[in-house]
């Protein structure tokens, strides 16, 4: 489902190159739920941005689906994301204004889907993250964990390929990540969806079926959770 090969990259500032990520490959299969971990610094922040297809890397390639994402031009990156892509926010990332359902269908809004279909998915969607007495609620209505339920619905209503959730956790308290970790994990399994989760919190990485750690800027761990377990 993912593919990322050989890929390294350096920030520029006038004269000043600074290296961020260096000569990094793996892959990750359809349906997995990967964890990449690493702390502040280690080059997660920008590897994910490389893999939605956010920046382009100096060198090496990013692959979804079969598709070179690094090759692709705005306008393409643009509607693949739209049609292949996921995004979860530490943030939540939620539009005050509209309502809970409102939020969840927007991203049908811009792939031209009818209301009717909208509507549809949205609730189906709400419902299975037990939100479906809540639709018509508007985010400051809801706790954060509930915000991040929607956030979650939102970024799966456009069935997409992939899933990248950034940090998020982050915002939560323990017992609410807890519930929101075990939703993303029952999601993985029921909708097939790949998942990668970038955090710094071992915890959250612990619950995955794999790490892939970064430490300044280069991989230093690709271990499926048997290994981990194995290795501990």
Known sequence: MLQVKQLSHVFKNGE??????????FEVKKGEIVALLGSSGSGKSTMLNLMAGLMK???GSVWIHGQAVSEMNENQLAEFRRTHIGFIFQSYELIPHLTIMENVELPLVFQGISRRERRERARTLLEQVGLGDKTA?????LSGGQQQRVAISRSLVTHPHIVFADEPTGNLDTSTEEEILKLLLDLNRSLAITFVIVTHEHEVAARTDRIIQLRDGCLVEDASQDKVGAAG
């Open 137 to 141: 609620l508007f985010p400051s209505q």
């Open 57 to 59: 890397p100096t060198e």
């Open 16 to 25: 000043e190159l600074t290296p961020v990520l260096k000569d990094i490959s």
